[in-house]
């Protein structure tokens, strides 16, 4: 069997020549962009753009790397566009609140349409059997994902096989996190949508890490490396040693390895490059155990509810936007105005909530973080 190759090339500052130093030295050690890219194609690229933020809070790909990413493309000859399906606001608007827009401008590199959708059917699913992908995906030629490192609440870390969730058009993500409220199911789905897409090349951004309260409301945490890779979830596993995260706790890897999209076992994976002894965060801020199943049925749902970590607004940073209110994708909502006062912060009902973490993912000000419950810190020591 042959290994799956992840390069890893230390870059210290978002300095435009040395990323793109970077990235090409990386593409290299994995085959070279030629391999990957041919004159006249139509490739997309697809950044993490959870929201629009500055690049210096770490939310989303950096400019920097998104700039060596397309300059690299450009240089072989692809016809580039770039994109995504942000949590809202449209992919041009968050483009250039993130930096990315004007990156895209001075390079000739198109925005790409992620709100039009085209159905796909994925018969070899392991869970979801159909999609509904962005038009502007599934009508080029190839797309190379961007993703970013980052703590994640419902995921533990957010990487290579999640950054193409926002491949899904927009509030049609919410779907999945109502049907698929297991993590575990959630995780294979991420993994049958990596396999209908079929990404030519991931390149993660670990420039800057995020961690603590991730994805959105973490802090940002030096790596100093850009790491590449044509396997996602092989990419995913060494990020995980990086941040001194067991890679079972992530809930893409097992069902990644078995609908043969990569590997995570430490033995069928060459690290090429620099040193990753020279990158591991042994403090990094993440939950360090397993996601829990959902429960099933009045009784373990009582009992899950009691044990379960949830999500817990600190009114004093609440800023009453609402926000965490228009993403969750539970009817009725899992948190809401307390009898319509939007006045005062809103209030979770723990009942009805699916641990998706939406709100937590999505909250502006950092406002909502993830806590255990004490009967769940007895339960699990």
Partial sequence: ???????????????????????KKAL???????????????IVVKPNLLIGSAPEKCVSTHPTVFRAACKIMLEAGAIVSAGDSPAFGSTALVMRMCGLAPVADELGVTIADFSK??????????????????????EADGLVSLPKLKAHGLCRMTGAVKNQFGCVPGMQKTQYHSRLADPWDFGTM???LNMAIKPRLYIMDAVMAMEGNGPRGGKPR????????????????VACKIINLDP???PTMAPGEKAGLGTYHVENIEIVGDKIEDFICKDFDVVRKPKEHATRGRVRAY????????????????????ICIEHCPVMPKAVDWIEGDKTKPP???YNRCIRCYCCQELCPEGAISIKETLLGKVFFR
Avoid: Q, W
């Avoid at 290299?28 to 139509?42: D, N, W």
């Avoid at 009992?303 to 609402?322: A, F, H, Q, W, Y």
């Fill in 347 to 349: 209030r979770h009902n």
């Fill in 190 to 192: 991420l993994v049958d």
């Fill in 28 to 42: 290299g050690l994995v085959a070279g962009i030629e391999s990957f890219v041919k004159p006249g194609e139509k």
């Fill in 303 to 322: 009992i899950n509810n009691r044990i379960s970590p949830r999500p817990v607004i600190d009114e004093m940073l609440c800023t009453k936007c609402g």
């Fill in 248 to 250: 079972e706790f992530v």
């Fill in 117 to 138: 959708g085209i159905e796909v059917s994925h018969k070899d699913g392991l869970l979801v059997k159909h999609f509904t992908i962005a038009a502007a995906v599934m």
């Fill in 1 to 23: 069997m042959n290994k799956s190759l992840v390069a890893l090339v230390a870059c210290d500052i978002y300095d435009d020549t040395l990323v793109y130093e970077a990235v």
């Fill in 222 to 237: 030096k790596i100093g490396a850009i790491l590449v890779s044509t396997d996602p979830v092989a990419l995913d596993a």
